[in-house]
T-cell receptor, first 114, second 115 residues
Framework: AQSVSQHNHHVILSEAASLELGCNYS??????LFWYVQYPGQHLQLLLK??????LVKGIKGFEAEFIKSKFSFNLRKPSVQWSDTAEYFCAVRGTDSWGKLQFGAGTQVVVTP | DAGVTQSPTHLIKTRGQQVTLRCSPK?????VSWYQQALGQGPQFIFQ???????QRGNFPDRFSGHQFPNYSSELNVNALLLGDSALYLCASRPTSGSSYNEQFFGPGTRLTVL
């Protein structure tokens, strides 16, 4: 069965600090990987996605993620966060043999202090 | 270009009642999925509709049912509401072809409270 594990439930950091959010998944096949973000009062938005090719993918707002197949991981990074990055971040997995079902992690609430 | 829209925004029901939530997909999208997001958790897949048929279903009881109309809009119905059904219900749409084929676009959700 698919499962997605996000390492931290809450992260608090100061502006300009670096951010790394861990995501590990379990799935017995080829997967597509996603990071979604939910800003306060807004709906889920896609930050970045990995389907194939270069395992280092770049998304919007300076975020990037690295797919490490051997570790079943897809960690999200940003070198220098801003107050506006305060949000909840969700890692999600879709099996390529699946019609489109996304399996989400529990989410990480990130708070950036000025 | 309107994104995914959902109605109503908020809803309060009592145990045992029935509820219908509505979703209009993003223009050009023909596949609709529904997710339940309980407080403090990630979204959980309920089911997906394409060509007016349920194509895939998550681990939800038969009390949860849906429908897709010829214009691709969709409804989620929940019967015999339980307190545990209180959650944010998200609708997501995607096309079945094109460059956005593997991306799901989410609506703002309907907040259901069961008392």
């Amino acid at each position: 069965a698919q499962s997605v594990s996000q390492h931290n439930h809450h992260v608090i950091l100061s502006e300009a600090a670096s951010l790394e959010l861990g995501c590990n998944y379990s799935y017995g096949g080829t997967v597509n990987l996603f990071w979604y973000v939910q800003y306060p009062g807004q709906h889920l938005q896609l930050l970045l996605k990995y389907f194939s090719g270069d395992p280092l993918v770049k998304g919007i707002k300076g975020f990037e993620a690295e797919f490490i197949k051997s570790k079943f991981s897809f960690n999200l990074r940003k070198p220098s966060v801003q107050w506006s990055d305060t949000a909840e971040y969700f890692c999600a997995v879709r099996g390529t043999d699946s019609w489109g079902k996304l399996q989400f992690g529990a989410g990480t609430q990130v708070v950036v202090t000025p | 270009d309107a994104g995914v829209t959902q109605s109503p925004t908020h809803l309060i029901k009592t145990r045992g009642q029935q509820v219908t939530l509505r979703c209009s997909p993003k223009s050009g999208h023909d596949t609709v999925s529904w997710y339940q997001q309980a407080l403090g958790q990630g979204p959980q897949f309920i089911f997906q509709y394409y060509e007016e048929e349920e194509r895939q279903r998550g681990n939800f009881p038969d009390r949860f049912s849906g429908h897709q109309f010829p214009n691709y809009s969709s409804e989620l119905n929940v019967n015999a509401l339980l307190l545990g059904d209180s959650a944010l219900y998200l609708c997501a749409s995607r096309p079945t072809s094109g460059s956005s084929y593997n991306e799901q676009f989410f609506g703002p959700g309907t907040r259901l409270t069961v008392l």
